[in-house]
């Protein structure tokens, strides 16, 4: 019965192909497991932020020439960065809208049993920008209100969810696609789509319009 | 015990058993594309669950949760279930109704050193079986663990790894001589060999 099998380092060779894993995967499984130890306390972490600090520079530096403006805090990247991969998955889902109406007076109350919050809906079919409807989406760790309008042939997705402070709106340019964000009585708001900067503000200045009524 | 020094620990013991874990994961799966998968999320299970190891075998307890990745997460994915398929080999067998002897070792087909094609076509008919002979047979014959490492890791009795092993045995030669019966003349005396 001994088959006079391979030892261990591979010298021998028994009947049977004997499968090594390959040098890519090794690679790749040390490479999943420190990343599954990483969010735990770890002694290294105390060594400061350097290392994180010098990535997230490295990644400044290689999408400085899409964004706009520069002094966006990191915390906005990283939401225009949330907002834009939901806005994309929706497109991509064809699972935009959770509650198709052009009735802003459907949209609102449907919004009501979801969210702890009422986000405002104004349908803008006069003006071009056509209330399409709403779902709800998750973002920045919390569930948001994403209203849907229609432009012409795109779709621009307005997230909205409560928010402190005030601050300019601010436009992000991303992989081809625009984002512009602003904040107004306690919520924030965040529109992106593939329009063009000039209609997005268009949708902002009717959106701030409505709100001031 | 921090975290870090368990992570230090865990690739110490686990890392070293790497190509046994995906030497399982390959020959369960058939392809290195679906083994390589396999095998990271076994380790990634493994590594989540290491908390849980009591310092028994770690090759053992390795390849346990290979199995079990692979059966549980794999092949429920997969909608072809190969143990159910017909085959020839296995039906003709129990027709015949009666278990291989035990002792038969000079039947051995694995006995053989033949040529590279007899070597590829013995791959295949381990390949062929269904999987609960070629897991017995590739703990045992591959990766050369023992009656009873091979029990812990299948969650089976001795007992059966034995007969598993026996009859796996049977039908790889089964197989082997029609995969190699078929095509080439002078195969004859390889298999004349094994028998």
Known sequence: MNLGKQQSDGSASGPFTYYRAPATLRRRIRAAISRAESPRPAWWRNLGWMGPAIG????SLMTANVLILASIPSKQERLAEDVLGSHLRAMM???AIDVESSEQHTVKPWYAGKLDFSPPVTDFAREGFALAGGRVDYVDGRTVAALVYRHRRHVIDVFVWPA??????QLVQRRGYNIVHWKRDGLAYWAASDVEAVELRRLE????????? | MSDSTQAERFQQLAMPHMDAAYNLARWLTGNSHDAEDVTQEAFLRAFRFFGSFRGEDARTWLLTIVRNTYYTQYRKARSRDEST?????LHSLDDGGSLPAMGRADGDPLSIVGRADDLRLLDQALQELPEDYREALVLREVEDLSYKEIAATMAVPMGTVMSRLARGRELLMKTFQRLGGEHHEPRQAAIRRIR
């Open chain 1, 93 to 95: 889902t064809e699972r």
């Open chain 2, 85 to 89: 398929e017909f085959n020839e080999d």
């Open chain 1, 164 to 169: 402190q402070g005030a601050g300019a709106s």
């Open chain 1, 205 to 213: 200045t009717l959106i701030e319009a409505a709100g001031a009524m």
């Open chain 1, 56 to 59: 997230f520079a490295c990644a």
